[in-house]
């Protein structure tokens, strides 16, 4: 693995990209402090990168994995095709474990050895061009997603609107742009006057560290606050709707999403607060019939006893941390796509969004 800085540039334009042969992206675990780069030389590295969380966010770890596997290709000393197609399954299935809530990982690998499997080529060189094709189209692909999203939802921000987001679901969670910052960004360049309220997002700080810092670079003004206080300015009027990501969306229409989010959700029903939810096509898991089928991750309780490496509980207690929580649709207002927007009940048009066709 290989480490250099990060150059300054106005709007965040890239998350993850193929440089020289290698996976290159910005470690999340240093901003805002630090804009370091890191680039990944072997399956291992990308492994530890997503697992991690030097790159984090659903759209992000996909396209991370197709670069993977494109690095997997180009490593594979074989001139076998069908030994090369069984190394890329078997590193799918590695990659595939680094992170299990957000669908899109999976969603991407598997993508990537389909088409492995599937393209008549003489040689594996051209395989592996044909992979690199593939994992540059998920990325764009994923970009004009998001400014999709941005499109459809921004709408749905009022003027003058206060907008509560949680967790990081910007440009650093995706191949740019974001889902859930979309239609805020959009919006803000339509010239409206939006306001974004960012939860701090406890543990590992999405809130606090990426997103308020993406904001920032865009002069999108923001307050940021800390996980506890959504309900006192829900209270006070101060928050017109919010928005956030998914890690995954199954066939009725739950969610999971950052952890904290439920509560969210559930302070906006109680407070008539409109909760809107903005996830790409590739987030959606039609082979789930309801949130509580979708596994979450639990990660190490040490992400909650301390805090940028100070211990801040008192050593060798017990500390949870499941990584993601489960919103049911119940409490979700509208879903955005690149798609459009889609209002409950939503089991059937999600089925027609993975379709392809529009809503
Ligand atoms: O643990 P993380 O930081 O990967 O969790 C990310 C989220 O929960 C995001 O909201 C989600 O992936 C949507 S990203 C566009």
Known sequence: MRVGFFFEMNTLSRTVWWDDSKVCLIDQRLLPNQEVVVCCTSLKD???????????????????????LVLVAYQSQTDDIQQLRNNLTDAKQYLDESRPTAVNLAWA?????????????????????VLLHEAHAIVAEDLAMCHAIGDHGASLIPDAGRVLTHCNAGGLATAGYG?????????????????????????????????????????IPLTLITDNMAGYFM?????????????????????????????????????????????????????????????????????????????????????????????????????????????????????????????
Not at 109 to 129: F, H, I, K, P
Not at 318 to 332: E, Q, R, S
């Open 109 to 129: 690998t598997s993508r990537m050895v389909r088409v492995a499997y599937e393209q008549d080529v003489q040689d594996t060189l051209s395989l592996c061009q």
């Open 235 to 359: 209270q006070q009027g101060e928050i017109d709707c919010v928005i956030v990501g998914a890690d995954r969306i199954v066939a009725n229409g739950d969610i999971a999403n950052k952890i904290g989010t439920y509560s969210v959700a559930v302070l906006a029903k109680a407070h008539d607060i409109p909760f809107y939810v903005a996830a790409p096509s590739s987030t959606i898991d039609l082979t789930l019939p309801n949130g509580a089928a979708i596994p979450i991750e639990q990660r190490d309780s040490d992400e909650v006893t301390t805090l940028s490496g100070v211990q801040i509980a008192p050593v060798g207690i017990h500390a949870a941390h499941p990584a993601f929580d489960v919103t049911p649709h119940t409490l979700i207002s509208a879903i955005i796509t690149e798609q459009g927007v889609i209002f409950p009940p939503y089991q059937e048009q999600i089925a027609h969004i993975v379709q392809g066709e529009s809503t």
């Open 179 to 219: 889902t859930a910052l979309a239609p805020i960004r959009t919006a803000f360049a339509q010239g409206r006057h939006v306001h974004v309220l960012v939860d701090e997002t406890r543990p590992f700080l999405q809130g606090a560290r990426l997103t308020a810092w993406e904001l920032q670079r865009d002069d």
């Open 46 to 68: 990308v492994f530890h990168a997503i697992r991690s969380m030097q790159v984090r966010g659903a759209p992000a770890i996909g396209c991370t994995a197709a670069y993977g």
